[in-house]
T-cell receptor, first 113, second 114 residues
Framework: ETGVTQTPRHLVMGMTNKKSLKCEQH?????MYWYKQSAKKPLELMFV???????ENNSVPSRFSPECPNSSHLFLHLHTLQPEDSALYLC????????????FGPGTRLLVL | EDKVVQSPLSLVVHEGDTVTLNCSYE??????LLWYKQEKKAPTFLFML????IEKKSGRLSSILDKKELFSILNITATQTGDSAVYLC??????????????FGPGTRLSVLP
C-alpha cells in the first residue's frame, strides 16, 4: 500500500468514550502532522512530529493526545471529547529539511454526540 | 503571526469560463507556496512554487508566484464541472527547530455549472 492511510474513515463517539485515530505513511517521510478541518474554517494544525519527536502543539486541548511510536505511524488518542470537536481529522507527512509538499491521508470524519 | 488569505472565498461560474483564484501571504522564512484541490476528502497536490515569475502549468491549470508582492494566482481555463472543488493555498515556512511548517488559507470554493 502506498501513500498515507488513515483508519477509521468514519467514527461516531459519545462524549465519555475513548478512541484512537491511526495514521500510517509508506513514503519514507520523517515528519508527520495532525490537522483538524471544521466546516467553514481553514485547516488547523494540531501537532507536528519531526524525527519522532513532538515539536509543535498549537494550543490543542488535552483531550487530544498524540503518539508517534516511529516515523511511519502516528496516533491521535481521544477522550471526553465535546460536540464541537466533530470535524475531519487529516494526517499528513513530509520530508523534514527538504523543500517539498505534504502528502495527506484521506481523513477520519469524526462525529461526537 | 503567519497568515494566508485567499479570495474570493466562493465563486460560481459556467463551464467554459476562465477563473483566477488569489492567494496572499505573510510568513517569516518563506520557502514555498503550494496549491491543493480538495473535493470530498483529503487535499490533493497541484503545484509548488518557489521562484517568482515562473509559471507552472498542468493542462488547463496554471499558477505563478510574486515573492515581492507576496501573492500567487491560480488560473483555470475552459472550466469543467469536474473542476468544482475547494482550492487551498498553503505556504511552507522554514522553522529552525523542526524544518518546516505549513500554513493554510481558508480556501476558495469553486462551483462550475453545466
Amino acid at each position: 500500500e502506498t501513500g498515507v492511510t488513515q483508519t477509521p474513515r468514519h467514527l461516531v463517539m459519545g462524549m465519555t468514550n475513548k478512541k484512537s485515530l491511526k495514521c500510517e505513511q509508506h513514503l519514507g517521510h520523517n515528519a508527520m502532522y495532525w490537522y483538524k478541518q471544521s466546516a467553514k474554517k481553514p485547516l488547523e494544525l494540531m501537532f507536528v512530529y519531526s524525527l519522532e519527536e513532538r515539536v509543535e502543539n498549537n494550543s490543542v486541548p488535552s483531550r487530544f493526545s498524540p503518539e508517534c511510536p516511529n516515523s511511519s505511524h502516528l496516533f491521535l488518542h481521544l477522550h471526553t471529547l465535546q460536540p464541537e470537536d466533530s470535524a475531519l481529522y487529516l494526517c499528513a507527512s513530509s520530508q523534514v529539511f527538504d523543500t517539498g509538499t505534504q502528502y495527506f491521508g484521506p481523513g477520519t470524519r469524526l462525529l461526537v454526540l | 503571526e503567519d497568515k494566508v488569505v485567499q479570495s474570493p472565498l466562493s465563486l460560481v461560474v459556467h463551464e467554459g469560463d476562465t477563473v483566477t483564484l488569489n492567494c496572499s501571504y505573510e510568513v517569516t522564512n518563506f520557502r514555498s507556496l503550494l496549491w491543493y484541490k480538495q473535493e470530498k476528502k483529503a487535499p490533493t497536490f497541484l503545484f509548488m512554487l518557489t521562484s517568482s515569475g515562473i509559471e507552472k502549468k498542468s493542462g488547463r491549470l496554471s499558477s505563478i508566484l510574486d515573492k515581492k508582492e507576496l501573492f500567487s494566482i491560480l488560473n483555470i481555463t475552459a472550466t469543467q464541472t469536474g473542476d468544482s472543488a475547494v482550492y487551498l493555498c498553503a505556504v511552507e515556512a522554514r522553522r529552525q527547530n523542526y524544518g518546516q511548517n505549513f500554513v493554510f488559507g481558508p480556501g476558495t470554493r469553486l462551483s462550475v455549472l453545466p
